[in-house]
């Protein structure tokens, strides 16, 4: 099993961007899935999760610019940001949890995307 994150890149504030994080392999379920955000000297933070069912969390800071969804078919989950801040630039990681094939559930985590903001 894989997940690959991707969509990052250089925007300028108030911009948008939508990340991606596609899984690949011996995929029976896509279960929880989560994105986070880690710059330099800080902790990896949790910005948002999408849950099997579909119900959503949010980080405060990004309620209202971020927005989480979910394609089961294509077992990808997106992140769309709008209203970019400065404060935003971090490397992205997404985390699924995922049953296999096999019926056996793992936590995984993808590669990273870096998000730069610029003012």
């Known amino acids: 099993v894989q997940l690959q994150a991707s969509g990052g890149g250089l925007v300028q504030a108030g911009g948008s961007l939508r990340l991606s994080c596609a899984a690949s392999g011996s995929i029976f379920r896509l279960n929880d899935v989560s994105w986070y955000r880690q710059d330099p000297g800080n902790q990896r933070e949790l910005v948002a999760t999408i849950t099997a069912g579909g119900n959503t969390n949010y980080l405060d800071s990004v309620k209202g610019r971020f927005t989480i969804s979910r394609d089961n078919v294509k077992n990808t989950v997106y992140l769309q940001m709008n209203s970019l801040r400065v404060e935003d630039t971090a490397v992205y990681y997404c985390?699924?949890?995922?049953?296999?094939?096999?019926?056996?559930?793992?936590?995984?985590w993808g590669q990273g995307t870096l998000v730069t903001v610029s003012s």
């Open positions: 985390n699924a949890n995922i049953l296999t094939l096999t019926l056996r559930s793992g936590n995984y």
